[in-house]
């Protein structure tokens, strides 16, 4: 699906296709081919709800790619809870200088996203690996970032995020509007697992008609045990 169908009916088919192109540069087709994947066969194994189709773009494919702002050059990206691939293939499409780990435990979304990344011909720096997030703690390197989309709460989110990532490096949580309040009722529990006080962040301000919310939580030492 391009961005041009996606965004047809809705009055949003143009600026969807100039973001497309923006964030995805010569990846675009790429991304296309993923995004068909997501609205057909990631529909039928009910990865993808029927309603968000027709809104994959947007909603989806964009809103995750403009976290790629907040990523350094070259690093390792740990994907929690990665499901059909959402932020992971996302990212590692938009910036081909990243290798790419996507943690999922449930095997219908790691068979999509072990076949999506084989198609899509990224299993060079793409690797799928069928775990919890608590099950990776010692088995996977430390990463530099750990992303993590609608997965839990911070409190959560920080317990199973921090211990995958090195001292000074970060998780990167996509998070809704709300996101400054739970900051503010998870901030004592994230600097108990070991975070620095979390920032707030708009992704994709000159691109998106709704900039992407992203919860930064930088990894200052090990778990506290006050």
Not at 23 to 39: D, H, I, K, P, S
Not at 56 to 65: D, F, M, P, Q, S
Not at 142 to 158: C, E, G, H, I, K
Not at 159 to 188: D, I, N
């Amino acid at each position: 699906m391009t961005p041009a169908q996606a965004g047809s009916g809705s009055g949003t088919a143009a600026w969807v296709r100039e973001a497309a192109e923006a964030v995805f540069g010569e990846q675009l087709g790429r991304a296309e081919e993923y995004a068909w994947m997501l609205t057909t066969d990631g529909v039928i194994r009910g990865l993808v709800g029927p309603r968000e189709a027709p809104r994959i773009w947007e909603r989806h494919l964009l809103n995750c790619a403009v976290v790629a702002e907040l990523i350094p050059p070259g690093v390792p990206v740990v994907d929690v809870g990665s499901g059909a691939g959402l932020p992971g293939i996302v990212l590692a499409l938009a910036r081909p200088d990243l290798t790419v780990t996507l943690v999922e435990p449930k095997l219908r979304a790691v068979t999509f996203a072990t076949e999506a990344v084989a198609a899509l011909g990224i299993d060079d720096r793409v690797t799928v690996v069928r775990a919890r997030a608590e099950e990776c703690r010692g088995q996977l390197p430390q990463s530099d970032v750990v992303t993590a989309r609608a997965l839990a709460p911070l409190d959560r989110l920080a317990g199973w995020c921090l211990p995958l990532v090195r001292v000074g490096g970060r998780v990167l949580a996509l998070k809704g509007e709300s996101a400054p309040e739970e900051v503010a009722t998870h901030a004592a529990a994230i600097r108990r697992q070991g975070g620095a006080p979390p920032t707030v962040h708009h992704c994709g301000a000159k691109v998106l008609a709704q900039p992407t919310t992203v919860v930064e939580i930088v990894r200052a030492k090990g778990r506290s045990s006050a």
